[in-house]
């Protein structure tokens, strides 16, 4: 195995945590460029269009959270492995994750298939918008086992310090959605399915750089271990329901939305692209977090995993918070780079980006302290601080808020979640410390 230990263990905290942070948030804003540029081709296409892919996204989006959960449950297994110098659990890991993960992903594959149809009737029933979903959705689901590989080898090269070679795997795949796009949807009328193969030819270039990179590497051939599956899956939990639980909730939250027209469900569509390239700071430096708490922990320095911790936050926040003024200053201009209609679609854009981006004010603090629990071995942790977040919070306040104050209340139901949620998120950490210093000794 390669010795990260000079890196992980040693280097100036900060330039540590942006160094692994950036190759991470790179790879997201290509994956996010790239969905922006998704949907702005398809909404230049067919609004319609648009309309059916924004309502299969959460579909589409539980899988790939599943995905990058699992991913990352190896980044925290594999780096702790790594810091105690431990070879053969690091190689073990990875011959476990492999192996669960195509399994997975032929399962999901399967369930895809047959689901699409009952799935998008259930919310557009409209033809176009119809057709254009469930042909999206069955396309999608032929890349996933390459969408899993992927997201495996990057997680070993991201947890051997090698962040530009994991960012590498991510964007290749990403650029070749983007080139491949307009060609497809426009040149060759393909429409949603057009963009539904690029992104699948887009997994099978990353899949592909992923191992031609990560055969560079001094990895031998583990053993598949049952116990090294379910760490795996438990560190992993906590990614999995960060971008997981949200897509599970979009199905009713779209449901809801829907209630106020197909236009109310297009400017929410338009929102959630958008959101996503805002996240990206907060999401990249929890992700680096993983693996340097993971890392440190594993040599015994929690001065570090408390140190790394709070850089991350203060990064995650300090971009979050611009992300936030810039919805609110500018909301026309995002609206704007979907459709060039006015009126009625204008302005329920206007709403969703006003409304919806202040759950930014609180958000980074609980992504980057699920990070923060899953270096540390504790996801039982942020599995719970997710669970109430969404299930115990959203849920009752998307229905209560929707009723008496319509589509403005439901949009603030994200960040009245959060607000209530925070104390609890906050007490979660500090016991979390607590813990790991009373293991110690």
Known sequence: ???????????????????????????????????????????????????????????????????????????????????????KRAFDSIRSAKIIAIYI???????????????????????????????????????????FIMNI??????????????????????????VLDPLLIFTFDLGARGAAIATVLGFLVSALFGVV???????????????????????????????GAGPIISIFYNKLVIQYGVDAMIAYGMYLKMESFMFLSASGVSSALIVIAAYNLGEGKLDRVHSAYNVSLFIGWGTMLLGFLLFQLFPGFFVHLFTSEGGELYLLGITAFHYLSFCFLISPFNIVTSGLFQGLGQGARGMVIIAVRFFVFLLPYSFILSHF??????????????????LHVYIQKELAFKSVEKSKF
């Not at 583990?222 to 960060?242: A, E, H, M, N």
Request: aromatic fraction near 12%; glycine fraction near 6%; include cysteine.
């Open 213 to 243: 990179l990560v055969k560079r590497l001094s990895i031998v051939k583990g053993s598949f271990s049952l116990p090294l599956v379910w760490k795996i899956i438990y560190i992993g939990l906590p990614t999995l329901l960060v971008s």
């Open 1 to 87: 195995m390669i010795d990260t230990s000079n890196r992980l263990g040693r280097e100036n905290m900060v330039s540590l945590v942006i160094r692994m942070a950036l190759p991470i948030m790179l790879s997201m804003a290509l994956q996010a460029v790239y969905n922006i540029a998704d949907s702005l081709f398809i909404s230049r296409y067919s609004l319609s269009a648009f309309a059916g892919v924004s309502v299969i996204q959460p579909f589409s989006q539980i899988v790939i959270s599943i995905a990058v959960g699992l991913a990352a449950g190896l980044s925290g297994v594999l780096s702790n492995s790594l810091g105690r110098r431990d070879d």
């Open 153 to 178: 080898l990057s997680s070993i090269l991201q947890s051997h310090s090698r962040s530009r070679d994991a960012m590498l795997v991510q964007s290749s795949g990403c650029i070749v959605n983007i």
């Open 405 to 422: 104050f319509g589509l403005k209340g439901l949009f603030l139901s994200y960040f009245a979640a959060d607000m209530t949620n925070f």
């Open 105 to 147: 992903s032929f399962i999901f594959l399967f369930l895809m298939e047959i689901l699409s149809t009952p799935f998008v009737y259930f919310f557009v029933k409209e033809e176009v918008a119809y057709n254009s979903g469930v042909e999206y959705l069955r396309i999608f689901s032929l890349g996933l086992p390459l969408l």
